[in-house]
């Protein structure tokens, strides 16, 4: 079975390639097929921002900020190479956490009976 090594040199049964057309298919190997696999080196804590201005907020950070997936944020620049992102807070969810807080909430049925009003 074909192995593919770092440089890009495909291998296969103790032979090197430099590219799937230097191998043809014999009687004895009717067919052998290669992938060539690139490896990416990446530094942790590091992204890349892509073609259309996206970037991968890196797990650690996003759970040392707090960030969770859904989230909106907002980013502003803050100079050259700076960026600032800013976690938008959500009204209603900062609301009912401020109600938490304080111990206000609904005695038991009282949703139920006001919805039952509606009807």
Known sequence: MG?????GVLV???EAWASSSD?????DRPYTY???IRVRKRRR???????KY??????????AAGI?????LHIEAAGEGRLIVTREDDPVRAL?????RLGVHYPDGYLEALRAEWE
């Open 3 to 7: 192995t593919a090594t770092q440089r």
């Open 12 to 14: 296969a049964d103790g």
């Open 23 to 27: 191998r043809c298919h014999t009687a």
């Open 34 to 36: 290669f992938v060539e």
């Open 45 to 51: 804590g590091f992204t890349r921002v892509t073609s």
């Open 54 to 63: 996206q970037a991968t907020i890196p797990r650690a950070a996003a759970e």
């Open 68 to 72: 969770q997936p859904g989230d909106e």
């Open 96 to 100: 009912a956490a401020l109600g938490e």
